[in-house]
C-alpha cells in the first residue's frame, strides 16, 4: 500500500509500532492466508474471518472507487462471501474448473496501527497463474484490518488493490 | 469514410455460402481473413453505439473509444454536442489525446504541438508561416466520425456517409431501449465512464449474444445459490420472481427484430409478478418514492409494467452494444479469438441512494471478473473457441425452433425462450453486411 506507507508517520517506519515477534506473527500470518489462498483451500480460508460484520473488498477502476457510487469486483459482506465460497467449490462453476495452479509471494508487511484489539496492516504480493495452458500473472497490495484471538490472528477487513483493476481483466477465477 | 470500396484487405470468400437459414461455418469463428473483412464490412459500416449522452455531461468532456478499428475522442463542445473525432493529428498521425476521459479546452499533439478545439477545429500549429499560402487549417481539423445519431441519451456513429438512418436501423428495437430509459421515474439514466468493469475472453465476438438455451448449464452454480434464497433482488427494482424464466413452459421468448437486433423478451413472463414487486419495493422509504414517483412520471399502469420489467430490455442491438439487467455492455473485438466486454452499470436519475446501491451490488453479483456469473459464459466461450479451432463437422447448429416461429404486428419474429431466433437475427444480420 504505497499511499499508506508514504503518508506513515516515523514511528510506524523507523520504531515499528509493533515488536520484533509480533511482526514475524504477522508474515506468518499472511503467508499461510496465501498459502491456503494458492491451494483452494476455501473452508479453511473463510475460518481466518471473525465476526457479523466483516468486509472483503476489491475495488474496480481505482484503488479508491468509493462502493457508493461506483462498481466493485468484489465487494462482500459475510452473507454475499459465504455464497462465493458456495459457489467456488461447486464443481459446475465453470470458471474455476479445472481450478488455476498458483503460487503468489507475500512482501512488504507493515502495520500501519493498532488499537487493543485491532492491528491495521498493509502488504503487497505478485502472484502466478496457470490455467487451461495460459500463464497470467497478477500484482496487487493488501490492506487489512486484523484482530488478535487466543487461535492467532483473524481477518475483519480486506481490501486487495489489483494492479490491474481498470483494465480488461480474464476471469478472476482465484481468491486474492 | 472506410467503406467496402477502399477495403485493402479483402477476401473474395462466397460468404453467402457461409451462413445457412439454420446453421453457420466455424470458419467465421476462426478466420483471421474474415475477422479483417468484418472490421470494414460490419464495424467501418454500419451503426455502432459508441457512448450514453451523460457521460460528458459538461463542456469539454471527453471520453475515448474504439470504434472499429478507429481510435475515437467522444468530447461535448461549446454548443453542448457531443463530437465525435477520430483522435489522429491531421499532420503526422499521432494520437492528440492519451487521457481515457477528463475534461479539456483543447488537445494537442505532442509530436510538434499541432492543436485542436473542442469541435476538432486546428486552432494552433507551430510555426505555421512555414507553410505555402494554399495551406489552410480548416481544411485540416481533426476527422469527424461519418454520422452520428442519438435515441433517448444514447449515442450511436457509423463511419459510412450513407446507409439507413439510425431511427430505421433501430426500429421495433427502440421500444426495448425504452424500458431501460423509462425504469427512471424522470425518464433520465446516467452512465458514468469510470464506472466499468471490463473484462476480456479469449473467443470471437460473435459468440457473446443473447441466448435463452444456456442458462440451465452454463449458470447452475447460480440457480443452486438462487435456490438457497427466498427472493433475489436480480434487477434491485423490485425482485425477480424465482419462477424459472428459461423455461419454455414459462410465456418468455427469444424475439428477433430487423437489422439483426435480437432480444430475451421477458414481459409477459414478469408481468404477473407487477403486485409482489410492487410489495416488496414498499418496503423501504426509497422503495415506495420509485413507486409513487413511477406512476406520477408514467401513468399507473404503464408504471406497473415498468417495474415489473425491471428497467432490463435484454436487447443485443448489432453489432456492439447489449441492454442486460442493470448494465449497458460494450462488445470490441481485438482480434478473431480476443474480445473486450465492457460493462457499464446505470444509474436511474429521480430515485433515492438505495435503489441506485442496490443495482450496483445486484450488477456486481453477477457481471464482472470475479462475480458469479459472466466468468462462467466467458469461460464457455473460450472452450468454444478451443473447440472450433478444429473444423471437423464445421457447421454450428442454429435451428433450434424455426418450426415454431410467429411473426409479430411490428414484423419482429418470436419464439420460446430457449429458441435460437436470437443467433438467427444475427447471422443474417451478419450475412447481410457481408455480402451487401
Known sequence: ??????????????????????????????????????EHEYDRWMALWTGDDITYWVPCNSDDQDPNTGVAVIYDDRPRLLERMMRLKDKAAHAYRPRARL?????????????????????????????????????????????????????????????????????????? | MSTRNSNIIGTDRDYESLVKEDRVHSSIFTDEAIFEDEMERIFHKTWLFALHESEVPKEGDFKLLKLGRFPVIAVRDNNNEVQLLINRCRHRGAQVCEASQGNAKAFQCWYHGWTYDTKGELVGVTGEEAYDKTFDAKDHGLTKVARVGNYRGFIFASHSDEGQSLDDYLGPAKKFIDILVDASPTSEIEVKPQVVSKTVYRGNWKQIGMDGYHPHYVHVSVFKIFSKRESTTGSAVGAIHLEDPFSDSSPSLTRGFPNGHAALDFRFQRLPHAKDNMAELQQSEDGRKYVEDMIAHHGKEHAEELIAWHGDPHLGVFPNLQLIHDHIRVVIPVSVSETQVLMYPVFLKGVGQEINNKRLRAHEAFYGPASNGSPDDAEIFERVQRGLEGDANPWIQLGRGMNREETDSDGTVSARISDEITQRAQMQEWKRLMTE
Open chain 1, 1 to 38: 500500500m504505497a499511499k499508506q506507507l508514504l503518508n506513515a508517520g516515523s514511528d510506524v517506519i523507523n520504531k515499528g509500532i509493533v515488536s520484533v515477534e509480533q511482526q514475524l506473527r504477522v508474515e506468518r500470518f499472511l503467508t499461510y492466508e496465501a498459502a491456503l489462498m494458492d
Open chain 1, 103 to 176: 503460487i503468489r509471494n507475500v512482501s512488504g508487511v507493515v502495520p500501519l496501527s493498532a488499537t487493543k484489539e485491532e492491528l491495521e496492516v498493509v502488504s503487497s504480493f505478485s502472484l502466478g497463474e496457470i490455467r487451461t495452458g495460459t500463464e497470467n500473472i497478477w500484482f496487487g497490495k493488501c490492506h487489512y484490518v486484523l484482530v488478535d484471538t487466543s487461535e492467532g490472528f483473524r481477518i475483519r477487513w480486506k481490501k486487495v488493490l489489483l494492479l490491474n483493476n481498470d483494465e480488461a481483466m480474464p476471469n478472476l477465477t482465484f481468491l486474492v
